[in-house]
């Protein structure tokens, strides 16, 4: 696969996710985890479009999108444990009622 239609894939997937976080919002607004599940495999999509692209355009800025794109992943594992936290809480909870 070449790397525009590679690209042009990863828009499209990007786009369908758009699409998909904004109907599980309209239609069942009370699934948070779901919500951001989606959120994350979208930005997920999205640090893989920005790396490609870069990676294009020239390679100096590939080494610093690196580093921000591991910020980033940090970021999402960090709120994903806390997700975790929140989804074994929520489960006791429902447990107890």
Do not use: C, F
Not at 51 to 56: E, I, S, T, V
Request: hydrophobic share 40%; glycine share 2%; aromatic share 4%.
């Amino acid at each position: 696969m070449s790397t525009q239609a590679h690209l042009a894939t990863l828009e499209r997937r990007h786009q369908a996710l758009d699409r998909e976080i904004s109907g599980a919002q309209a239609h069942n607004p009370w699934d948070d985890l779901e919500i951001a599940e989606l959120k994350r495999r979208k930005l997920l999509v999205k640090d893989e479009i920005e790396q490609l692209r870069y990676g294009l355009s020239a390679p100096a800025p590939e080494v610093a999108l690196s580093a921000k794109i591991r910020k980033r992943a940090a970021m999402r594992a960090a709120r994903l444990k806390s997700s975790s936290w929140y989804e074994t809480a929520t489960r006791s909870i429902s447990i107890v009622k």
